[in-house]
């Protein structure tokens, strides 16, 4: 395994339609390997095939419990509603918040190709929207209701501390 690359905001392939794998190949699982530890490298709780330069549609998640790995991946359902701070390994030293689904169903393929279901909420429901977005070609500053802000490391964020002076 190796850790790749992360594509930034405004690369072109972060705009680009992904396409749907169609069998395992040892490629795909040394891609799925590098991405999880890419993903764990940059401490991150997702990331998708594009964001290391691959248009296939593929997803690695972990908030906490474990890897999840998501190949042709697609939202079944959703409801309610969660609006929280959203940041990306692809757009680095910035966040944003995000109104997403509360709950959310997806079916996919695991690495074995077997497709399986599976329920997510709060932050495994918004990482479920985030990383199958990037594989239509979005990204979510797009949806950020009031613009990105700068991450900083004393618990403000820097937007705010400028207007307290």
């Not at 169609?22 to 490298?41: F, S, W």
């Not at 690495?111 to 909420?121: A, C, D, I, R």
Request: proline share 4%; glycine share 10%; charged share 30%.
């Amino acid at each position: 395994m190796a850790i790749r690359q992360v594509r930034e905001i405004g690369d072109e392939i972060l705009t680009k339609q992904c396409k749907d794998v169609p069998k395992m190949t040892i490629r795909t699982k040394i891609l799925i390997g590098d991405m999880l530890e890419t993903m764990y490298e940059y401490h991150g709780v997702g990331l998708a095939a594009p964001q290391v330069g691959v248009l296939k549609r593929i997803v690695v998640i972990d908030v906490g419990e474990g890897p999840i790995v998501l190949i042709n991946p697609e939202i079944l359902e959703t409801s309610g509603e969660q609006t929280g701070e959203e940041g990306c390994l692809s757009v680095p030293g910035k966040w944003g918040y995000v109104t997403r689904p509360e709950r959310v169903k997806v079916r996919a393929y695991n690495q074995n190709m077997e497709l399986f279901e599976m329920e997510g909420e709060g932050l495994l429901a918004r990482a479920f929207c985030h990383e199958i977005d990037h594989l239509s070609g979005e990204l979510y500053v797009d949806k950020t209701e009031d613009g990105l802000h700068d991450v900083t490391y004393d618990g403000e964020d820097e937007n705010e501390a400028e207007t307290e002076e």
